[in-house]
T-cell receptor, first 114, second 111 residues
């Protein structure tokens, strides 16, 4: 079965550069979430989209923005990168009306800022 | 205070031991509860949903106490392969869903 696809899997950037992460949710899933997980930390919610509209916002820095496109894929744009942005970025998708409400995660994109 | 809190861990137990993890949540409007398992440098994966009546899946038993806003996970006859971080996840029930993760409890099962 198709899973959540994230790209790139690994990304190395310099400070003050920009980065874009992509997420392709499971087909027919209408909700996408972005999480940031630093070393030894639990996943921190950044932002979510439901039916291409932002539905909730967490601890996302102003330097970051995200959107969900008509094909339901989502992109997380990060600008003016800082060393502290180095983390594993997970995208997850779910079906709003799912009886289980389960979140399905992608394998993550590991960002290293030098 | 964090919205979802868990036992600090780590838990180091011998194979075959029974181990229990606890989790508390602060949002009384929370509607769905889950235990996720995360292996090192991997994505979290659903271990089990937690239902009001309690539920069991093989060696794993989850309990929910809404009045106390408390969730537990019991692992019996632990295996080496159970070594991982266990994340308590609460769906806050807001529009569009809002899954909140606890800090995780790390389990190491020792031979």
């Amino acid at each position: 079965a198709a899973g959540v696809i994230q790209s790139p899997r690994h990304l190395i950037k310099e400070k003050r550069e920009t980065a874009t992460l992509k997420c392709y949710p499971i087909p027919r899933h209408d909700t996408v979430y972005w999480y940031q997980q630093g070393p030894g930390q639990d996943p921190q919610f950044l932002i979510s989209f439901y039916e291409k509209m932002q539905s909730d916002k967490g601890s996302i820095p102003d330097r970051f923005s995200a959107q969900q496109f008509s094909d339901y894929h989502s992109e997380l744009n990060m600008s003016s990168l800082e060393l502290g942005d180095s983390a594993l970025y997970f995208c997850a998708s779910s079906l709003e009306d799912s009886a289980t409400g389960e979140l399905f995660f992608g394998e993550g994109s590991r960002l290293t800022v030098l | 205070r964090k919205e979802v809190e868990q036992d600090p861990g780590p838990f180091n137990v011998p194979e075959g031991a029974t181990v229990a993890f606890n989790c508390t949540y602060s949002n009384s409007a929370s509607q769905s509860f889950f235990w996720y398992r995360q292996d090192c440098r991997k994505e979290p994966k659903l271990l089990m949903s937690v239902y009001s009546s309690g539920n069991e899946d093989g060696r794993f038993t989850a309990q929910l106490n809404r009045a106390s806003q408390y969730i537990s996970l019991l692992i019996r006859d632990s295996k080496l392969s159970d070594s991982a971080t266990y994340l308590c996840v609460v769906n806050g029930g807001n529009y569009g869903q809002n899954f909140v993760f606890g800090p995780g409890t790390r389990l190491s099962v020792l031979p």
